[in-house]
């Protein structure tokens, strides 16, 4: 939305500075997008006077004149046929740029005589079309700035536009009057009265106007009328300067008309010619669809079933809210005009302007919602207008229909109002603001005014005192302590172990990802997930239609990313939710953490190797304790089918009592997500560690025996396929009071073992924490770790 400072204090009386408006403007809620200084391209033309002007010795039509200008006398040839002596004029000396030709003036010879600048015409300065001559000016000094003349006798031609970017809500400040009346409700100004009154029809409208029963909804009111014998062409310059300025072409003055009431008021505006409309009527009806309309852009569009259109009585003559046809459209030619004011229905003036492609002012202007208050009062405008410059008489008004009732009242609660905005704002300041804006207040009911149709409750009204009141002057105040004393913890248990979980993945050298929470469906199924119960009813794209069943789809998507970019090495973590479905129950906070290629860059002493099943268990274990997981847990098998079978581990407090889960991932998985493997993985779920028995803020006291431990190894023959795992597990429950820690410290296969056998051997740690352990207990402890392995593992002792 464009608008130049002197429009808009032709509704608001006030003396503030542009920097002033454009503050205030962003500062109400319409965001100041620039603001163009039109004197600027003029800064460097200044005035002369020309002392004489002599015929060319070798050109009829052009003079060599003798110009007074601030260097002196300057000798300028020039063809305008006002060139003449005693004439003040604008000068553009050498080095100049002149934008509406898009040169800068030099010296130069014309018919072999020296020419020392320019003097210019108005559409060489971009100040009008005007080009039959140069600029006179009945005034001013001989090296005045021309920008500083224009803004004491014409300002509108340096006037500087205001472009301010409108939101949906408020197509109340789609036209001037709006944004002055938000202006004058800050305390900028005061609104300036600009009614006029009711113009007197001189006789019945010859043309009726109808609206169907079904397309009521879709058009509920239109007003017309004919004016007689006017006297279209030009419009005066006063209007053409305010349309160019805001970017708008001038056409003709009853065209111009509708332009700047547009903008002026946000109440576009229609004129027919009237000796054009056959069978002098006027339908609002709905388009079939199939019919065709030449609109006034000259262009032909194919109709749709349930446009709102107007036809008279051959065919469809106008596109309600969108666009007017070429056959019905005035010329200067135009004698008789019809002129239109009519509320069109904002969705369905989208769907038309949409379905069609057409994006003109009106149609921007009818889809946000025009004031349908003001629709009996904009034909008068207009009507008025029209009288005073293009003469003419004018009918009585014809309608059809009637102005939609808007009315609506929320009650204004100041106490309410006080609390929610954090503001001590007085109640009469607030009623005072609610009125400027044009609210009519009864007691303590809010009567909206129809041009508002954002405002819905009183929540609305709470929004438009703030607005006024400017959040800016809002002051920091600290929240009010609920309890006396040292505060408790803003974060709960479980967040301060996922703040715990992420600083000691960084800390082991892992970089976090935050992938979506969505994926596709093949990736879901390859974790278990891909289901209906997790499918996306909208997905953003067909790639996350399903919400992730675990994090490792989205690490090894970006580690595939990067290995297609020639990062091979590295190490990746990420912390979030997972999803079993769409129930607030249904998902759960994982920690998940990936490895892929090698440990480190190589070296000659050859220290980097490929990461391993143990690097991501050590990473896991030190995670879990930073999360305060106990030391003692037990590694089992039996992962989900993405886990290698064989190089995998669960860390666990029990058979049911899953941590977490370590090891290498399945080939088949990688394979499908074009990952180059191995790949080591880990995944934690915070949530089923248990919960310390005494919260404290400090660390409990550090439990350590003073007593010597001992360590006794045995070597067990087992089957091949044994794992050694079974026989560690096997041996840490003999005794869990005295057994500390169970170690695998050699495996040998093959020899006199025959064939299928292997030897393992373990070190069993046993420490006392009462009294030195006697042999009869360690041969004791001894006992049964050869028991609980042998039955677990069906091994014998190795001899």
């Known amino acids: 939305m464009k608008f130049t400072l002197s429009w808009l204090k032709e509704h608001l009386d006030t003396t ?3 920097d002033e408006i454009t503050y205030a403007l962003t500062d109400l809620g319409l965001e ?24 060319h010795p070798d050109a009829d039509r052009l003079r060599v004149c003798q110009v007074e200008t601030d260097e002196g006398l300057q000798q300028i040839i020039c063809g305008a046929p006002n060139a003449r002596e005693g004439i003040t004029v604008v000068i553009a000396k050498p080095g100049v740029y002149v934008p509406g030709i898009d040169t800068t003036i030099g010296v130069g010879k014309i018919r072999g005589i020296e020419s020392f600048g320019m003097m210019a015409s108005e559409r060489e300065l971009e100040l009008s079309e005007e080009h039959d001559g140069i600029i006179e000016l009945p005034s001013g000094n001989v090296g005045d700035s021309f920008v500083d003349w224009l803004a004491e006798h014409d300002p509108a031609k340096v006037d500087p536009v205001i472009e301010i970017a409108i939101t949906p809500n408020r ?10 009346r938000d202006l004058a409700a800050r305390g900028l100004g005061k609104l300036k009265q600009r009614d006029v009154p009711a113009v007197e029809g001189a006789f019945p409208c010859p043309i009726s106007v109808t609206i169907d029963e079904d397309t009521l909804e879709q058009c509920p009111v239109f007003y017309g009328r004919v004016i007689r014998g006017v006297k279209n062409g030009p419009s005066p310059v006063w209007l053409q300067d305010k349309l160019r300025a805001i970017g708008l072409r001038p056409i003709s003055f009853l065209v111009d008309v509708t332009n700047y009431f547009t903008f002026d008021r946000n109440r576009p505006l229609h004129v027919f010619d009237a000796d054009k409309i056959a069978g002098n009527s006027l339908r609002v009806h709905r388009a079939k669809g199939g019919e065709t309309l ?29 666009m007017g046809g070429a056959a019905t459209g005035v010329s200067d030619e135009t004698v008789n005009v019809f002129v239109e004011s009519a509320y069109f229905d904002p969705v369905r003036t989208a769907y ?20 349908p208050g003001w629709t009996p009062y904009g034909i008068e405008h207009a009507t008025r207008m029209i009288l005073d410059n293009a003469g003419g008489e004018a009918s009585e008004v014809v309608v059809a229909g009637k102005v939609p009732d808007t009315s609506r009242a929320y009650r204004l609660n100041a106490k309410r109002v006080i609390s929610l905005v954090g503001m ?23 009567y909206v005014p129809s041009w508002r149709p954002d405002v819905q409750g ?15 002057k809002l002051e920091g105040r600290p929240l009010p302590r609920l309890t006396t004393g040292v505060p408790r913890p803003v974060m709960s248990p479980a967040q301060r172990r996922e703040v715990a979980a992420r600083r000691t993945a960084a800390t082991l050298g892992y970089h976090e990802c935050v992938s979506y929470s969505f994926i596709d469906q093949a990736s879901a199924a390859l974790f278990g997930g891909g289901t209906d119960a997790t499918r996306l009813e909208n997905p953003i794209s067909q790639d996350m239609s399903h919400m992730r069943p675990a994090l490792l789809p989205g690490l090894l998507q970006a580690a595939a990313r990067n290995q297609a970019r020639g990062f091979a090495d590295m190490a990746l973590f990420e912390v979030g939710p997972v999803f079993q479905g769409g129930e607030p129950g249904e998902q759960q906070l994982q920690v998940t953490g990936l490895l892929v290629g090698r440990t480190g860059p190589k070296d000659v002493l050859g220290a980097a190797r490929d990461v391993d099943v143990f690097d991501v268990k050590a990473d896991a274990e030190a995670i879990l304790a930073a999360i305060g997981a106990p030391a003692k847990v037990q590694i089992l098998r039996g992962a989900d089918a993405w886990w290698h079978p064989g190089r995998h581990g669960m860390i666990c407090l029990g058979p049911k009592k899953v941590l977490g889960v370590y090891g290498e991932l399945h080939p088949k998985v990688l394979a499908a997500l074009d990952v180059k493997g191995p790949a080591m993985a880990f995944t934690l779920w915070p949530a089923e560690v248990p919960m310390p028995r005494k919260a404290g803020a400090t660390r409990p006291a550090l439990k350590i025996s003073d007593l010597q431990a001992v360590e006794r190894d045995f070597a067990f023959v087992v089957d091949a396929e044994v794992e050694a795992l079974t026989l560690v597990n096997a041996a840490m429950g003999a005794d869990k009071a005295l057994i500390d820690d169970v170690r695998v410290f050699d495996e040998f296969v093959g020899g006199s073992l025959g064939e299928g056998k292997k030897s393992l051997a373990l070190t069993v740690r046993l420490q006392p ?25 069906g091994g014998v002792l190795r001899g």
Do not use: C, H, W
């Open 769 to 793: 924490r009462e009294q030195t352990l006697k042999d009869a207990d360690i041969e004791a402890v001894g006992a049964k770790v050869i028991e609980k392995v042998t039955r677990a593992t």
């Open 352 to 371: 038309t302007g949409r379905a069609l492609k057409i994006n003109s002012d009106a149609r921007y202007r009818f889809e946000r919602g025009i004031d």
């Open 16 to 18: 503030a500075s542009v």
């Open 171 to 180: 197509p109340d400040a789609l036209g001037v009057r709006g944004i002055a």
């Open 294 to 322: 030449v609109a006034l852009d000259d262009k032909e569009y194919m109709l749709v079933d349930g446009m709102t259109v107007i036809s008279d009585g051959n065919s469809i003559e106008s596109l309600g809210g969108v």
């Open 424 to 446: 001590e704002i007085p109640e009469a300041e607030q009623r005072q603001t609610l009125t400027a804006l044009g609210f009519r207040l009864d007691g303590d009911m809010a």
């Open 32 to 55: 100041v997008e620039g603001v163009e200084d039109r004197g600027a391209k003029l800064r460097d033309f200044t005035l002369g006077f020309v002392k004489s002007a002599e015929k």
């Open 458 to 472: 009183e929540a609305d009204l709470v929004e438009e005192v703030a607005r006024i009141a400017s959040l800016t």
